[in-house]
């Protein structure tokens, strides 16, 4: 190496919680040409644990193929239920999701911190079915008690929900039906 030429990856890092496979093909692609992407599994709102255990899968499968490292945080259903403890009858998109969303986003931001990474973000905004300038807004909050950054994304901008479905499908990974806590009766 000679002078003036870079001295390892000049990236910052980026704690990137991801929700599924599919999701984060698309934000992982966006992502990695300016940030060194640390994809941060917790999900412990998916049920059944079958259902949660494929879409873990599918997220191996991304981080092989992408090859950015995947963090794998203890699955932790018990902290899920109390954190939603009778909010199970709100509609998707109600309280019941923000909730999910927080505690999902502050687990991930106190390993976050700890490793010194100083940015956050998340999948989540991918989906046309949530709110990403709420979960931006949450996001921030988190980031702010902790001491991040929280790098605020509407991911599904700019063809991002449309490119995560092209991957997934080019890839052969596994797409969910539902968010994660409430299976549609025919599933």
Same mark, same amino acid.
């Given at each position: 190496m000679t002078d003036g030429e870079p001295h390892g990856d000049a990236r910052e890092p980026l704690a990137l919680h991801v929700c599924c496979g599919p999701c984060s093909t698309a934000a992982i692609e966006r992502m990695a040409e300016r940030w060194r992407v640390t994809a941060v599994w917790y999900n412990p709102n998916i049920r059944p644990a079958e259902e949660h255990d494929r879409r873990l899968a599918a997220m191996r499968t991304v981080a092989e193929r992408t090859g950015v490292p995947l963090v794998e945080l203890e #699955?932790?259903?018990e902290a899920w239920e109390?954190?939603?403890a009778g909010l199970m009858d709100e509609p998707e998109g109600g309280a019941r999701c923000l909730e999910c969303f927080r505690?999902?986003? +502050?687990q991930?931001? @106190?390993?976050?911190? +700890?490793?010194?990474i100083g940015t956050l973000t998340t999948?989540?905004?991918?989906?046309?079915?949530?709110?990403?300038e @709420?979960?931006?807004?949450?996001?921030? +909050?988190i980031a702010r008690a902790h001491g991040l950054r929280f790098l605020a994304e509407d991911l599904k901008q700019r063809g991002g929900f449309q490119r995560s479905v092209e991957l997934s499908r080019h890839w052969g990974l596994y797409r969910? #039906?539902?968010?994660?806590c409430t299976p549609p009766a025919d599933a």
């Amino acid at each position: 190496m000679t002078d003036g030429e870079p001295h390892g990856d000049a990236r910052e890092p980026l704690a990137l919680h991801v929700c599924c496979g599919p999701c984060s093909t698309a934000a992982i692609e966006r992502m990695a040409e300016r940030w060194r992407v640390t994809a941060v599994w917790y999900n412990p709102n998916i049920r059944p644990a079958e259902e949660h255990d494929r879409r873990l899968a599918a997220m191996r499968t991304v981080a092989e193929r992408t090859g950015v490292p995947l963090v794998e945080l203890e #699955r932790a259903p018990e902290a899920w239920e109390a954190a939603c403890a009778g909010l199970m009858d709100e509609p998707e998109g109600g309280a019941r999701c923000l909730e999910c969303f927080r505690m999902r986003l +502050e687990q991930v931001a @106190r390993w976050a911190a +700890e490793q010194g990474i100083g940015t956050l973000t998340t999948t989540l905004s991918i989906s046309p079915h949530k709110p990403a300038e @709420r979960i931006n807004a949450i996001g921030a +909050e988190i980031a702010r008690a902790h001491g991040l950054r929280f790098l605020a994304e509407d991911l599904k901008q700019r063809g991002g929900f449309q490119r995560s479905v092209e991957l997934s499908r080019h890839w052969g990974l596994y797409r969910q #039906r539902y968010c994660g806590c409430t299976p549609p009766a025919d599933a």
